[in-house]
Nanobody, 122 residues
Framework: QVQLVESGGGLVQAGGSLRLSCAASGRTFSSYAMGWFRQAPGKEREFVAAIRPNGDITHYTTSVKGRFTISRDNAKNTVYLQMNSLKPEDTAVYYC???????????????WGQGIQVTVSS
């Protein structure tokens, strides 16, 4: 088990940037693949990005490719989501999640953070 806490959300204008952080507890963070998901009001939770335990491979949903970057620092037990060129449609609650094997489906993640709001104004 790993406990996850997101930070870095907030309100930003369209075209702006935010960096989300997700701090993990425990000594086994480096063995987990990490993912970012988001959920907008009235919509299902959707995959945003994922990264393998050693950070060598990343995956992105099509709508964020070229704008968002997932990265991790295993020495700091932290995963990041750098979000650039933000659009109003990026507005959602963002969640980080951990799993033993990198995945793009929410059901494959066992550990979740509490979520953090990102609001992009037009």
């Amino acid at each position: 088990q790993v406990q996850l806490v997101e930070s870095g959300g907030g309100l930003v204008q369209a075209g702006g940037s935010l960096r989300l952080s997700c701090a993990a507890s425990g000594r086994t963070f480096s063995s987990y693949a990490m993912g970012w998901f988001r959920q907008a009001p009235g919509k299902e939770r959707e995959f945003v990005a994922a990264i393998r335990p050693n950070g060598d491979i990343t995956h992105y949903t099509t709508s964020v490719k070229g704008r968002f970057t997932i990265s991790r620092d295993n020495a700091k037990n932290t995963v990041y989501l750098q979000m650039n060129s933000l659009k109003p449609e990026d507005t959602a609650v963002y969640y980080c999640a951990a799993t033993k094997r990198v995945a793009i489906f929410a059901g494959e993640y066992e550990n979740w953070g509490q979520g953090i709001q990102v609001t992009v104004s037009s």
